[in-house]
């Protein structure tokens, strides 16, 4: 008799369990690692969060920065403006006072008082404060400078006295031009109002146009008299409100 063939049975391949199970362990300790961490430092965790959510997004962070920093330019607008008033106060009664004493003094024609944009302007005609073609103060108009002086010494703003004359020339042993003529008169006045004033050096400038600054018309003796001048100017450190920004 023949024998029967035995059919042996095939194995099944088990190779994927393998991967398998090391996918397995693998999210395991990944889902330990994420429960860790979840229990470290909530607190410093979720400020961490926030400045990431800041720096990454427009959130409720930048909002509050913005708004932060709009109250902040207000604020300054409002000291700006409050300067501004204070200021534009203090060169008004300056003002007013420069104007009382000058009608004391018999001068009103020929000193004038401005409050402008730039600042407060003191124009002194020649006559008054030098002889014809010098440039020495005159000591009858030294109370006057004095006053002054006394009135703009308490001002925190920077002065420029500035030399003016007309336009005939002049060339002699002391001054080669008028360019010279008005330098010099606005520096004798600057010295004065410094030395005896009591006008801080450090706040005082000078400039000197000659007869390149005409206010007048220098065709007339009226008009060249007035260009001889020496204008004492207080300029602003706060710019002055115009029309537009006081509605």
Do not use: C
């Not at 002054?148 to 002049?170: A, E, Y």
């Amino acid at each position: 008799m023949k024998k029967k063939k035995v059919h042996h049975e095939e194995h099944v391949d088990e190779s994927w369990l393998i991967p398998y199970a090391d996918m397995l362990t693998l999210l395991l300790a990944l889902f330990i690692v994420m429960f860790a961490m979840s229990q470290v430092d909530k607190e410093k965790l979720q400020k961490t969060s926030e400045q990431f959510s800041v720096i990454f997004s427009s959130g409720s962070g930048m909002l509050q920065s913005s708004g932060n920093a709009t109250i902040a330019t207000e604020q300054a607008g409002t000291s700006d403006s409050n300067n501004t008033a204070t200021e534009e106060q203090n060169m008004t009664e300056t003002k007013e006072k420069i104007e009382e004493e000058i009608g004391k003094q018999g001068y009103s024609d020929k000193v004038k008082v401005d409050l402008n944009e730039g600042g407060l302007e003191v124009s002194i005609q020649d006559v008054i404060l030098f002889n014809s073609g010098d440039s020495d103060v005159l000591k009858e108009v030294s109370p006057l400078l004095l006053k002054i002086s006394s009135m703009l010494v308490n001002l925190d703003n920077d002065i420029k006295i500035v030399g003016h004359t007309d336009n005939m020339p002049i060339n002699n042993e002391k001054f080669r031009s008028n360019w010279d003529l008005s330098a010099i008169r606005a520096i004798n006045v600057m010295n004065f109002m410094v030395g005896s004033g009591g006008i801080k050096q450090e706040k005082v400038s000078i400039q000197a146009y000659g007869d390149q600054k005409p206010k007048f018309n220098n065709s007339t003796e009226d008009g060249r008299a007035k260009n001889r001048r020496v204008e004492i100017f207080v300029g602003r450190k706060y710019p002055a409100k115009t029309e537009a920004t006081k509605k």
